[in-house]
Structure formats: structure tokens, C-alpha cells
């Protein structure tokens, strides 16, 4: 088989340079003469006709070599625009001696039509156009130009500039520089080409002429429409330094820009620069920077000037031909930590950490920070806690400290709305500390309406007195507060009217009618069980002073009666022994005498004790001479006689024997009875003895 080209509509006779199988009859003649081959058609072709012996062939026609060697078979095209045909046949062995199943062989061939030029292109973009950002390079392809010819493929269709662009020029994708004037559909069919704009704002066209080589160039105007770049900015945020810091990063969260153009080629020019501080990129002082360096963060400003909270620098912003004013302002935040803050109407509430912390200002700065009032609330009032109690001097406060706060002094006051529906008040406040900027900042209270009526309970005010008399009241409400020196439970405050006191942030308070029940009767409860250890305290105190007083004057009470008991036996001894010496100077002979003479003691003692509530046996005596004696009530002390006997005195008795055993007698009964006496009366109150000392 050898390849066949027919023209469009044209027709080609099949011979034995097409198709040829005479050498596989010869072989097969050689083993029977009567064997043939036979082309069977299995499919005929889709875009013309196969002719055998002038007739159309159909599926299972057969033909033979020799009907190929003498010109019975034709293919005739049906004139379609198709580049090619084919049709399928097999062979089949026969004859005597042919195999009763020949091997199938199946065979396709292949027709190539040769186009002919016959028909005109058609241009099928009947308004060819172009869309471009004033600016911009955009591609141009088929979806722009489009133009079809059956007859010729798209590399043969060609494009010629003939005027234009009058606003850009028209480039390979590859070469966008270099415009060209001459392309083809192939070029716009694989998106080669682009159109290049000159950034004016003015709409352009060019003309051009299409061919396909045969028939007459048709000419055509692309028009070119340019989009306007446009540039606004969508944020401009004040740049936010917090309070102590100096450094702060610009970024697109501040300051941005949207365009329908390049977005990094948005510059932004400083006209007017910052007056308490400096603007860098990389450690460097500029005067303009770009929308990409705002993006990365790039962009810096350092505060020099620390006396100042606020600072603005100004920039124009432009792209290509439009320009923007832009003033980005730069504020410095308070360095507090701010929570909310609830009140409900007619409430006294203080102002504690919890929704106003500036301690980390104060120990990075050192210094106890001031917050300075420069717009009071329109709802409420604050007042500060103070020693004064005189409220015609007291006004509401125009600063406080952290101090204050920390310490619970300051407190909001909620005014009575009277129907006013306000849910938030506020006040206004610089914040200030050693040696770092001020910061301005707002302080929110939200409002929530107090369960029952509080109109009902107003005073009714001429239109000229507004809010005066409730100020007063707050101000006398301030009378109750606490001393301003006490740093420690300082959570409530009792008040003569049915305002509520409680404390910011927390669930304890003293309510009064009108606020939640289950709440009133839980700080009751909490307030009762406070006072009752108050007063348990007390009382305890005051049963120990009264028993050490107790104690003491009992202890005084006995030392007194101790030192008269003293007294009186000293003088009862001396006595007795003035009258022993005046017995032995009479020189009586006998025992009697000092008998007389013991009896002439008990009487005396008897006289001389009987003041004290003594009996006549109580009386102390001298013990015996001749021994020393041990007293029960202490052990092993030795008693010392307090009388001592002349026995060289010649006032003797006659009869010594007498004398002694008699004495003997007295003395030691005298003695033992008083001291047994005195030990059993007096000692649970005698005191304990010390060391080194013993009772006589």
C-alpha cells in the first residue's frame, strides 16, 4: 500500500502502486493453482464513495487484484473541508485447496484530501475590543480577534497593522517592548500577544487588515478602552503608642491604600512631618515611603519629645496621576488596665483595681501615676473619701491618684435617671507619671436600672436647681465614709438613704428596697455575722481586764493584812520578854512566878490581839532555850529563837528544874497552836515563795 492524496472534491483510480497482494497470489498459485485472494470491504469511507465496477461499494463487497490492475476501483471526495479519509478492508483465501478458515487480515487505508481555497475567511469578532488599566499590559488573544476559514489553516491567516495604536503598541508576550505590525490567528489563538498601554487616560484604536492569501483583505478598527486607575484609602487609623514605650511600628493596619492598579507602586510623600518625633526605614530618617513598606512593617516612628500625648505627621499619597491628602494622628494609650464597670441607679459604688490598674505604670516608672479629670460624667459624680465632714467645701474631684484607687477612696455616684433611659456614662481622664508622655483615656460605666421606681422617691426641682440637690446628697453620703487613713475593708458604707453601696466588680453589697431580695439578705447575713465577732471580741477583752483587776486588788488586800500580822507579833514578843526580865529580877524561889507570869501573857496577849480577832492562844512565843525548833509549814528551815535568855543574870530561879519544864510547857503549846492556827486561816492566800525565801 503506498499513501493516496486526493484534492478537495476531486476523485483518484486505485492501481497496483496503491494496492498490490500479486505476490502472495503467486505464492499461493504455487501450491494450487486455483487459490485466489479476495478484498473483502469491512468499512467504506465517511467523506466520499469507493467505486468497484462502477457501483457503490458497500459493507462485504469484494474485489480482486485484477480488478485494482485494470482501473474498476475509484474513491471520489464529497467536497467537505475534511483533511482526511479512509476506509477498512480484509483478505480472504480461496479456491481448491484454500483452508476451510483463512487467518483474518484487516487493513485500513488512509486517504489525505488536499484542501483547496474555494471559500472566502470569515471574521467573527464583529467589534474587536480591548479593556486595559491605564497603565497596563494586557494580552491579547483570540477572545479579542477572532477569524475563521474552512479552507486555510490559522498559521495562514494574517493580520497587518495598517494604522495605530494611538495609546500603546501591540508585542509579542516575549518582547513586550518591540511592537510588531504584522501577526497571524495562530499567534492570538495561543495567547502570544499582548497590548502595551502608554498610562494615558484617553481611549485609543488601530487599524488592521486580515487575509487568508486568496481573497481580498478585509479590514477592521480594534478600539481600545483604558480604565482609569483608581486609588482611595480605606484605613487610616490613629497610630496607637502605648504609654512609658517610644517606638511603634506603622503598618497597613493604620495607614492603607486600594487601587485597581499596582498596589506596591502607591507612594506616600511627607508634606508636613511629625513635631515630637522621627520617622526611619532601617535606620533611616525619610520623607517618603511606599505602600510595600507599610505592608512589611517597615515604617517607624520613635517619639523624642516625651512631654507630649499626641503627634501627627501628613503625607500625599499618589499613583501615576492621582493624588490623595492623607493626616495620620499618633496617640499615645494610657498603660491601665481597664475592665467593666456596672452601676445600677442611685447606687454609691468604688472605683477599686479590678476596673482601674495602673500598677504596672507605677513600677516602671516608679512613681505614684495621677489621673486628672478632664470631662465628668453626665450620670453619676465621684467623690473621694475624706476625714472632712463639713460637705459645703466638697465638690466632685478633678484628680485622684493610683494610690486612691488602690486604697478604695474613690467612688462614682450614680444620680437618680428619672426615666432617663442612659445605659453608659463615662468620664474622661489624663493619665500621668514620672518621667514618661501623658496618655489620655476614657473610663465606661454601664448603666442598669434599679428594680423599683426610684421617681417615686424624688423630690420634685424647679427647672433652675437640675441635679444640685442630689449632689448634695452624694457629698452628705460622703460624711459616712470611713477614715482616710484605713487601707483595709473599706467595701461598704452605711447611709442614711436607700442608695445602694457596693463595691466595683464584686457580688457583696448592702442592698436596700428595690434591689434583688436573695441578694439584700446575703449581705445581711454577711454584715450581722461581722458584728457579732466584733462584739464577741470586746466582750472577751473586757472579762480579762476585770479578772487581772480582780486579781491585783485581792493581791494588794492580802499583802496589807501580811505586814499588820507582822507588826503586831513583833510588838506582842517584846512584851513578853520585858516581862520574863522583870519576873527573874523578884527572885522568886519557886515555879510559880513564871506560871503567874505565863498566865499575866495570855492575858495580855488576849487584851493586846483581841483588836485583830486573835484568840489568847495565838499569841507567838519564844521557843524553848535549851533547843531550836522547825517550823511544820516549811520544811527543813531552821527557826532561830527571837528571845534570848541571860542565864548569867543573878535574878535565878530557885528551883530551875520547875522553871524550865513549866516554860517548856507554855512556850511550845502557845507556839504550836498560833502557828497551826495562822497556817490553816491564811494559807490558800499566802503567796508562792520565790527562791531563796521562806516564811518565819
Known amino acids: 500500500m503506498s499513501e493516496v492524496k486526493v484534492p478537495e472534491g476531486g476523485q483518484i483510480t486505485f492501481s497496483d502502486k496503491h494496492l498490490d497482494v500479486s505476490k502472495l497470489v503467486e505464492r499461493l498459485q504455487t501450491i494450487s493453482r486455483s487459490a485466489l485472494v479476495r478484498f473483502i470491504i469491512r468499512q467504506i469511507p465517511a467523506h466520499g464513495l469507493l467505486i468497484i465496477d462502477d457501483q457503490n461499494a458497500t459493507v462485504g463487497t469484494y474485489f480482486l487484484q485484477s480488478d485494482v490492475k485494470h482501473g474498476r476501483i475509484k474513491y471520489i471526495n464529497d467536497h467537505s473541508d475534511d483533511l482526511w479519509d479512509s476506509f477498512e478492508f480484509g483478505l480472504k483465501i480461496t479456491g481448491r485447496g484454500a483452508p476451510p478458515v483463512s487467518p483474518k487480515f484487516n487493513c485500513t487505508f488512509n486517504i489525505t484530501i488536499i484542501p483547496v481555497n474555494d471559500q472566502p475567511f470569515k471574521v467573527l469578532t464583529k467589534h474587536p475590543s480591548i479593556e486595559v488599566i491605564q497603565g497596563f499590559t494586557v494580552n491579547f488573544t483570540s477572545s479579542q480577534l477572532k477569524t475563521i476559514d474552512p479552507d486555510t489553516p490559522a498559521e495562514n491567516i494574517t493580520y497587518t497593522v495598517v494604522t495605530g495604536p494611538t495609546n500603546g503598541h501591540v508585542a509579542n508576550k516575549s518582547a513586550p517592548s518591540q511592537s510588531i505590525k504584522i501577526f497571524t490567528q495562530k499567534d492570538l489563538d495561543l495567547s502570544e500577544l ?112 516625651m512631654t507630649s500625648g499626641f503627634d501627627t505627621f501628613c503625607c500625599n499619597v499618589s499613583l501615576m496621576d492621582n493624588v490623595l491628602y492623607s493626616e495620620t494622628n499618633i496617640t499615645v494609650t494610657p498603660f491601665v488596665k481597664q ?31 495621677e489621673y486628672t479629670i478632664t470631662q465628668q460624667p453626665v450620670h453619676g459624680i465621684l467623690i473621694k473619701r475624706s476625714l472632712k465632714r463639713d460637705t459645703k467645701d466638697m465638690k466632685s474631684l478633678t484628680s485622684f491618684t493610683h494610690d486612691d484607687v488602690v486604697k478604695k477612696h474613690i467612688y462614682y455616684k450614680t444620680l437618680k435617671l428619672n ?33 423599683v421606681d426610684l421617681s417615686d422617691t424624688t423630690v420634685p426641682t424647679t427647672p433652675g436647681q437640675s441635679n444640685t440637690s442630689e449632689v448634695s446628697d452624694v457629698l452628705h453620703e460622703q460624711n459616712n465614709l470611713t477614715d482616710e487613713g484605713s487601707d483595709v ?27 434583688d431580695k436573695a441578694s439584700k439578705e446575703s449581705d445581711f447575713s454577711q454584715h450581722h455575722l461581722i458584728i457579732l465577732l466584733l462584739v464577741s471580741g470586746v466582750v472577751v477583752i473586757i472579762m480579762l481586764i476585770a479578772v487581772l483587776i480582780y486579781c491585783k486588788k485581792k493581791k494588794d488586800r492580802h499583802k496589807r493584812y501580811l505586814q499588820c500580822t507582822r507588826e503586831d507579833a513583833h510588838s506582842q514578843i517584846s512584851k513578853q520578854k520585858s516581862h520574863l526580865d522583870s519576873d527573874r529580877s523578884s527572885q522568886d524561889s519557886d515555879g510559880q512566878a513564871v506560871v503567874n507570869a505565863a498566865n499575866s501573857n495570855d492575858n495580855i496577849g488576849a487584851n493586846g490581839l483581841s483588836s485583830f480577832g486573835l484568840r489568847p492562844h495565838d499569841i507567838p512565843r519564844s521557843p524553848e532555850l535549851s533547843r531550836t525548833e522547825v ?11 527571837l528571845v534570848q535568855v541571860d542565864y548569867t543574870s543573878n535574878s535565878r530561879p530557885t528551883s530551875p528544874v520547875s522553871f524550865k519544864s513549866d516554860l517548856s510547857s507554855h512556850v511550845a503549846h502557845d507556839w504550836e497552836a498560833a502557828e497551826s492556827e495562822v497556817s490553816e486561816q491564811y494559807r490558800p492566800n499566802v503567796p508562792v515563795l520565790q527562791k531563796n525565801q521562806y516564811w518565819v
Open 339 to 369: 475592665n467593666d464597670f456596672n452601676a445600677s441607679a442611685g447606687s454609691l459604688i468604688v472605683i477599686t483595681t479590678d476596673a482601674l490598674d495602673a500598677s504596672s505604670l507605677a513600677t516602671a516608672t516608679g512613681s505614684n501615676p
Open 419 to 451: 426615666g432617663n433611659n442612659a445605659t453608659e456614662d463615662s468620664f474622661s481622664f489624663v493619665l500621668t507619671a514620672r518621667n514618661v508622655q501623658p496618655a489620655e483615656g476614657v473610663f465606661v460605666i454601664s448603666l442598669q436600672p434599679s428594680e
Open 194 to 305: 499582548v497590548f502595551v498601554h502608554d498610562s494615558s487616560r484617553h481611549h485609543g484604536t488601530f487599524n488592521f487588515k486580515v487575509t487568508d492569501g486568496r481573497f481580498g483583505p478585509f479590514y477592521k478598527v480594534v478600539s481600545i478602552n483604558v480604565v482609569p486607575v483608581t486609588l482611595n484609602i480605606i484605613r487610616q487609623n490613629p497610630v496607637m503608642l502605648l504609654q512609658s514605650h517610644s517606638v511603634v511600628h506603622i503598618n497597613s493596619s493604620y495607614l492603607n491604600a486600594s487601587t485597581n492598579g499596582r498596589r506596591n507602586n502607591i507612594v506616600y510623600t511627607i508634606s508636613s512631618l511629625p513635631q515630637h518625633g522621627k520617622l526611619f526605614i532601617n535606620d533611616a530618617e525619610l520623607t517618603s515611603f511606599t505602600q510595600r513598606d507599610l505592608d512589611s512593617s517597615s515604617v517607624v516612628y520613635i517619639q523624642t519629645d
Open 631 to 641: 517550823s511544820k509549814t516549811v520544811p527543813q528551815v531552821k527557826v532561830t529563837p
Open 489 to 515: 475593708g473599706v467595701d461598704t458604707v452605711e447611709t442614711d438613704t436607700k442608695d445602694t453601696f457596693i463595691t466595683a466588680n464584686s457580688t457583696s453589697s448592702i442592698n436596700v428596697p428595690g434591689i
